[in-house]
């Protein structure tokens, strides 16, 4: 499967090997390497970000038009579309997701290029009302270089979601993809360099966040960084971005509610409690991991659910009727099985899974059942601890009251879901959960159209929707006098 040779990097648009040490990607359904490569080296990074400035100055794309820069972005998404199947393909091997999700991840990074595309041809600025003798308005202007920290469980949507926006507003883009998923980011540089993008204005560089992430975050050219990942991981950028007065954008870990009213259509919330917290593995900031059920129904919901657990197809992620997956790593898969333990020993009893499934096609690849825990209260630490894998903790409430207090018991405020046939209830109650996302008889759905982000230890700013472009620009305020006689105060 693996190639002997090395993978190029793209080092401010220059092709070549990294100066770092060679590591091989691995492909997690079976453990075997999938493709070589030099890492960046810190020489890398800081020939990267001067020629990134360099080509932000002088090649002209901050001065294109908006309409011109935004055909750039839309042959983007057409090329993506065009290779769609082999970028699905290789987005597999990256990861180990399956490939039905793969090919969805594909699709949006796709639609992410064209939105900012249309976005950024339709942006306008601000005439404000005028406060004297002058006209006002509030235009903004691209940053310069910026740098992109992406997270290995979605990498080419994500990666999307950032490159796309930046380079809409018309700055260069510093990519650092996940260590152990940097094949997308290299492929979407490649595309980005086809579509028209000037030589210098896209780099991705591979490596070891602590090293090659706190380099990129740390140098003073980076005029902001925009990271997706864990959060003891934001809160070191943000000390970093603190000390450079340097705006971030930091999309960070989850313990999300999802809440079953004992008025809920328990077929559809069956499936959206499956969907939210076992598809891509769990491997999701914005998994439903705390299901909290009304008491009245908790015990019917609860066999349902683990009946349609326990018949998840968990296996080879090329095959088209799988629907979870192996786990990233082999290390990721030992937390997961830790936090498990941890909840055993805390007192939870585990409904269904908790074990690796076993078997030819399993054993060699980082497979994980589907498994609920119940038994436990909100202040178990597998309640409020972000464990990242497909592992559901399982809890009854009495009355609304209490479940809004316990959903708004954590650190996390990302996402939640409420599953109720009562509009008045659904509302109410969607509006008291403290979260950046609340689905209301639905999970986990997204529109790039939809600003995202969360709140408190889950993050700070936004991104998608038409205010993406803006996180990648300054802001500036104009005054254009039109006063007929000089301005007063000098006069004698």
Known sequence: MISSELLPICIAGEWRLGGGDVYESLYPATGEPIARLR??????????????????RTSGWAQRLPHERAAVLHRVAQLIREES??????????????????????????????????????LEETITPS?????????????????????????????????????????????????????????LA?????A????????????????????ITQHPLVKRVSFTGGTTTGKHIAHIAADKMMPVSLELGGKSPTMVL????????VNGVLYGIFSSSGESCIAGSRLFVARGIYDEFLTRLAEGANALRVGDPASERTQMGPLITAKHREGIERYVDLGVSEGGRIRTGGVRPHGDGYDRGYFYKPTIIEGLGNSARISQEEIFGPVLVAMPFDDEESLIAQANDSVYALAAGVWSRDFKRAWKLGRAVQAGTVWVNTYKQFSVSTPFGGWRDSGLGREKGREGIFQYMEQKSMYWGTNDQPLPWALT
């Open 39 to 56: 890492a960046a080296s810190l020489a890398d990074v800081e020939e990267a970000i001067t020629r990134a400035d360099h080509a932000f």
């Open 85 to 122: 199947e082999s970028l699905a393909q290789r987005q597999r091997l990256d990861n180990g997701k399956p490939i039905n999700e793969t090919r969805n991840l594909v699709a949006s990074a796709a639609g992410t290029f064209q939105f900012f595309a249309a976005a950024l041809e339709t």
């Open 196 to 215: 028209g993008v000037p030589k210098g204005i896209v780099s991705v560089l591979p490596g070891k966040g602590a090293v090659i992430g706190d380099a």
């Open 131 to 187: 406060r004297g003798a002058f006209v006002t308005m509030s235009v903004h202007e691209p940053m310069g270089v910026v740098a992109a920290i992406t997270p290995w469980n979605s990498p080419i949507a994500s990666e999307a979601q950032k490159l796309a926006p930046a380079l809409a507003a018309g700055n260069a883009v510093v990519v650092k993809p996940a260590e152990v998923t940097p094949l997308m980011a290299l492929e």
């Open 190 to 194: 490649r595309i980005c360099e086809q």
């Open 262 to 269: 004992d008025d809920a259509d328990l077929d559809h919330a």
